[in-house]
């Protein structure tokens, strides 16, 4: 076997014999989101983290398109066909390839009562967790949206929806205030650290808990004294997690720098896994995920540019490779939320990304050579002939003749 294939089948291997507690073999924890696709922020995002494999769910009917993102739908009936396309098919699927489900701006009647059932049984039988965002069209509804709470997701949910009220702009403001700052995933959060906008303006369905029941944060102002913001229970071995707010006011307006933070906490958090408590370290290594991930399709897509003009491009897709292959080596690890290794594989691949830039752009200079330099022939050639041109009509006088007078005589 050739020695440089060795890291990469250690890792599958490693990857295969993880804990057989979690859907996906590999370790990674499944989230399927059911909702508003444009307003699934830090959901989309989280799509760069290794960690997480998520399924997407149009099922709102609060807006058709969704705003350029995938499933845009353009109608209610489009609406309906992609929840038959993209929701899982079966029972048997859903609990194979997802740990947690997440309803943020779903229609109840979109998602329908087949779906629904489906969805609360994964809870109730399989301990997948549960995680409802506010919005129109969560928990109790808003302007003549359908509420949960009759429904079998209603059921499992650790609050009681207020029918048909949505808490929005009131005089003074809504005020996000932490209850349990002790509480495992709240203290993961730098919430002191800096205060978001959201938190102070947090629009919100209106809930009562329900008994049993821990609330972890509430919202207070403009004539609302205690709105619940932030409640979960375990139900029959589940985690249920309720926020009235819309997690996408995290990220729209001032985006709030740990809100990619909040989401993937939360998921770890539902999938009864030790939430990782370095703030500094955990969000540091996101953030290098998200940078190398972006930095390696702009090579791509440099790399394209080069091969269309004949430039050999093997040499450093070989390198790309290699460095793909440090943060594979680094993946069981963090699979485990062994975030330091993740970190040091993200530097050394960092490093490998800038050295190939480097060659890239000399790579790319190379290739367009001749064309740098019929673009300069053809522009200095046009400026030598224009300005002898000039000079020709302007300088050259003795190719006019001379005239005794330049205005018309009077006849």
Same mark, same amino acid.
């Given at each position: 076997?050739?020695?440089?294939?060795?890291?990469?089948?250690?890792?599958?291997?490693?990857?295969?014999?993880?804990?057989?507690?979690?859907?996906?073999?590999?370790?990674?924890?499944?989230?399927?989101?059911?909702?508003?696709?444009?307003?699934?922020?830090?959901?989309?995002?989280?799509?760069?983290?290794?960690?997480?494999?998520?399924?997407?769910?149009?099922?709102?009917?609060?807006?058709?398109?969704?705003?350029?993102?995938?499933?845009?739908?353009?109608?209610?009936?489009?609406?309906?066909?992609?929840?038959?396309?993209?929701?899982?098919?079966?029972?048997?699927?859903?609990?194979?390839?997802?740990?947690?489900?997440?309803?943020?701006?779903?229609?109840?009647?979109?998602?329908?009562?087949?779906?629904?059932?489906?969805?609360?049984?994964?809870?109730?039988?399989?301990?997948?967790?549960?995680?409802?965002?506010?919005?129109?069209?969560?928990?109790?509804?808003?302007?003549?949206?359908?509420?949960?709470?009759?429904?079998?997701?209603?059921?499992?949910?650790?609050?009681?929806?207020?029918?048909?009220?949505?808490?929005?702009?009131?005089?003074?403001?809504?005020?996000?205030?932490?209850?349990?700052?002790?509480?495992?995933?709240?203290?993961?959060?730098?919430?002191?650290?800096?205060?978001?906008?959201?938190?102070?303006?947090?629009?919100?369905?209106?809930?009562?808990?329900?008994?049993?029941?821990?609330?972890?944060?509430?919202?207070?102002?403009?004539?609302?004294?205690?709105?619940?913001?932030?409640?979960?229970?375990?139900?029959?071995?589940?985690?249920?997690?309720?926020?009235?707010?819309?997690?996408?006011?995290?990220?729209?307006?001032?985006?709030?720098?740990?809100?990619?933070?909040?989401?993937?906490?939360?998921?770890?958090?539902?999938?009864?896994?030790?939430?990782?408590?370095?703030?500094?370290?955990?969000?540091?290594?996101?953030? &290098?995920?998200?940078? /190398?991930?972006? =930095?390696?399709?702009?090579?791509?897509?440099? $790399? +394209? !540019?080069?091969?269309?003009?004949? *430039?050999?491009?093997?040499?450093?897709?070989?390198?790309?490779? &290699?460095?793909?292959? /440090?943060?594979? =080596?680094?993946?069981?690890?963090?699979?485990? $939320? +062994? !975030?330091?290794?993740?970190?040091? *594989?993200?530097?050394?691949?960092?490093?490998?990304?800038?050295?190939?830039?480097?060659?890239?752009?000399?790579?790319?200079?190379?290739?367009?050579?001749?064309?740098?330099?019929?673009?300069?022939?053809?522009?200095?050639?046009?400026?030598?002939?224009?300005?002898?041109?000039?000079?020709?009509?302007?300088?050259?006088?003795?190719?006019?003749?001379?005239?005794?007078?330049?205005?018309?005589?009077?006849?």
């Amino acid at each position: 076997m050739n020695r440089s294939a060795r890291p990469g089948w250690v890792a599958i291997a490693v990857l295969l014999f993880l804990g057989s507690g979690y859907a996906l073999e590999d370790g990674r924890i499944g989230v399927l989101y059911v909702g508003c696709i444009a307003r699934s922020h830090p959901f989309w995002e989280m799509r760069m983290d290794p960690l997480f494999s998520l399924g997407f769910v149009q099922a709102t009917l609060r807006d058709w398109a969704a705003w350029g993102m995938i499933q845009a739908a353009a109608s209610e009936p489009q609406v309906y066909r992609m929840i038959r396309m993209y929701m899982p098919r079966t029972y048997n699927e859903l609990v194979s390839k997802y740990d947690i489900i997440v309803l943020s701006n779903a229609n109840r009647n979109a998602v329908g009562p087949k779906y629904i059932e489906m969805l609360a049984k994964a809870v109730r039988e399989d301990k997948k967790g549960l995680f409802m965002a506010g919005g129109w069209e969560s928990f109790g509804g808003a302007f003549a949206r359908p509420d949960w709470g009759e429904t079998a997701i209603g059921q499992l949910l650790p609050t009681e929806d207020v029918i048909d009220t949505w808490i929005e702009y009131p005089r003074g403001g809504l005020r996000l205030v932490i209850d349990k700052w002790d509480h495992e995933f709240i203290k993961s959060i730098p919430w002191r650290r800096e205060r978001a906008p959201f938190m102070n303006n947090l629009h919100h369905n209106l809930v009562k808990v329900k008994e049993g029941a821990e609330e972890l944060a509430h919202v207070e102002g403009g004539g609302h004294p205690h709105d619940p913001a932030m409640v979960e229970w375990e139900y029959r071995g589940a985690k249920v997690f309720a926020f009235t707010g819309e997690t996408c006011t995290m990220y729209f307006g001032t985006p709030w720098s740990y809100y990619l933070d909040f989401g993937a906490n939360l998921m770890i958090y539902l999938d009864r896994r030790p939430v990782p408590q370095d703030v500094d370290l955990v969000h540091e290594v996101r953030f &290098e995920m998200f940078s /190398i991930k972006q =930095r390696k399709s702009l090579l791509l897509s440099l $790399l +394209d !540019f080069c091969d269309a003009f004949g *430039a050999n491009t093997n040499t450093l897709m070989a390198q790309i490779d &290699e460095a793909d292959a /440090i943060i594979a =080596r680094a993946l069981p690890k963090y699979l485990h $939320l +062994d !975030f330091a290794a993740m970190l040091e *594989a993200c530097n050394q691949a960092e490093k490998r990304f800038k050295d190939i830039e480097r060659e890239a752009v000399a790579l790319k200079d190379k290739a367009l050579f001749w064309t740098y330099l019929i673009e300069w022939m053809a522009v200095t050639g046009t400026a030598l002939f224009c300005g002898f041109v000039l000079w020709t009509v302007m300088i050259r006088r003795k190719l006019y003749r001379a005239v005794s007078s330049t205005y018309l005589r009077q006849i």
